[in-house]
């Protein structure tokens, strides 16, 4: 049978013709998520967003074109969808998190050495708020955080310029105190 022939069955509610048109098109999928990589996910994470989109392919199809120009549009879509919304800035602490387990083992290791680094890290906090301005006291925690200036200056509303000038001030700054 036809991709059009299967189509026109599926949409006539032939559960079967809809199956079989999923299996025909699955190596294609993969291959498409194959060009892909998902933070935090695996491959087959992919390749079933990529399924989903074939079935709204299957589901959504007006005959406008052929089904598989129309069908790799919307798997390649569903696909980079799914990767853009994982490497977005409200999903970082989902794809950087540790388990509590793991962490919990790495702090029972050495209670003292966390005790002096936490010390330490108060310490150089202390003197941050001494010599830096409120503006580069904040800028350079969300550095220290993992932020690069772009983020920085996307989550305060800033420049990017304003936010690079008060990164390398408050470097110097710092570099001068502790020397």
Known sequence: MTDEELLSRGKGGDKAATEQLLNRYRYFVKSRARQFFLVGGEQEDLVQEGMIGLYEAIVGYDG????????????????????????????????????????????????????????????????????????????????????????????????????DNALQRAKNKLRKEIR
Do not use: H, W
């Open 64 to 163: 406008s074109s052929s089904f598989r120009t129309f069908a790799s549009l919307c798997v390649q879509r569903r696909i980079i969808d799914a990767v853009k919304s994982a490497t977005r800035l409200k999903n970082r602490a989902l794809n950087t998190s540790v388990s509590i387990e793991e962490s919990a083992l790495e702090a029972a290791e050495d209670p003292e050495l966390a005790v002096i680094d936490g010390e330490n890290k108060q310490e150089f906090l202390q003197l941050m708020g001494r010599i830096l301005s409120a503006f580069e006291f904040q800028v350079v925690v969300l550095y220290m955080d993992g932020l690069s200036a772009a983020e920085i200056a996307a989550s305060l509303s800033k420049p990017y310029k304003s936010v």
